[in-house]
């Protein structure tokens, strides 16, 4: 279970990579050193001690040189008192505040020095969202070295498992790694072109990121069921291979055989092919078929979800689908997973949804037009005359994204 989120500071909460280099960059001018970039940026995200082996290994400057790293000081508390501390990442404040809201445990884990970090988070108002302050300080080795977060996540009493984090460096993302942690890189221009390929997923920006789109991540990285939407009496979540056999049980039900496409393979075929159908639909495609539990009892009850077609060997749409176990139909329980699915696809990006129906299927066809869908004239191949097609329209924004 996600309990805490560990941030790094420098590239992640503010924009300080360029700043961080403009100064070594003037540090060592004065010492007749014309640092290449190509030589720092393999210390982003790393300690000053880090830096230094660096220029050790390219410059010859001496490990112990402390002078240097006393004028370096100099000249950033000169700089900044010049220009101000570097400006927060955009939405970083509303990104910490849905976080908190959500209940999570915030925490800072930078290799810049204790009294920067310290600093800067107070001077941004944004010390408050978070558990514990955790530097590069406090530990024997540096980043790409997993002790700065294993700290960070032992200050706030959890275990690596149960945290996330949020990086912006290739040493960062590859400390989270050895730390066994699940790392969302962000991917900022200004940090230089970091290989971030030890995260688990890359993200642009935080504007569209909440407590929800964290613990979908944090599962999908674990293999576990994530939740995809609550209405007023139900939960929706992502299978397990323990749902297998009651959900074949629904679908084996004499009515809800023409609801089951696909689900009528041997128990054994079932289970065996479920780990691929995860991986796919549900990590990559982010659509599947998902669970339909009462919130009350927590009975699984039926499934209902989305998945992409391909129709006529041609045009792929995504249909929406649907079955609820018999003794539980005539009390509403399809409209409210299907309106509440269908508010979650359009979430997730989707401008049409599709469902096939027989013609004799007069609930079905109710449903469909209580839900908004509307009948179009579309035949696919394999279907008898008896089969309609209906579409319903996302209430998207000036540019819909089509789903494929």
Known sequence: MLKGIIFDMDGVLINSEPFHYRIWKETLRRRGIQIEYEVYKACIGSTVGFLMKLLHEHYGVSLQDTALVEEMKKIKEEMMAKEGYPPLIPYVKELLEKLCSSGYQLA?????????????????????????????EFVEHPKPAPDVFLKAA??????????????????????????????????????????????????????????????????????????????????????????????????????????????????????????????????????????????DTGELIGRAGIEPKLWNHKKT?????????????KNGYAFEACRGIIAEADKRGAYYLHCRIKSSNTASINLAKKLGFEPIDYKLEDDGESMEVWRYTCGQGENPVQYP
């Open 108 to 136: 800072v884990a930078s290799s810049s020095p204790y009294a920067y970090i310290e600093k800067v988070t107070r001077y941004w108002d944004i010390q408050k969202y978070f558990t514990c302050l955790v530097s590069g």
């Open 317 to 329: 749409v995504v249909e929406l689908g649907y079955i609820i176990d018999e003794r539980y139909r």
């Open 154 to 295: 032992g200050e706030m009493g959890l275990s690596p498992r149960e945290c996330m984090v949020v990086e912006d460096s290739e040493n960062g993302c590859k400390a989270a790694k050895n730390a066994g942690i699940t790392c969302v890189a962000y991917y900022n221009p200004d940090s230089g072109k970091q290989d971030l390929s030890s995260a688990y997923m890359i993200v642009e920006g935080y504007e569209e990121i909440d407590g929800a789109f964290m613990e979908k991540v944090y599962c999908h990285s674990h293999h576990l069921p994530a939740t995809v939407c609550e209405t007023s009496r139900l939960l929706i979540r992502e299978m397990k291979k323990e749902d297998i056999p009651r959900l074949m049980e629904i679908c084996s039900q004499e009515t809800s055989r023409d609801a089951c496409e696909g689900v009528a393979k041997p128990l054994t075929e079932e289970l065996e092919g479920f780990d691929t159908y995860r991986t796919y639909m549900y990590e990559l495609c982010d659509m599947g078929y998902w669970c339909v539990l009462k919130k």
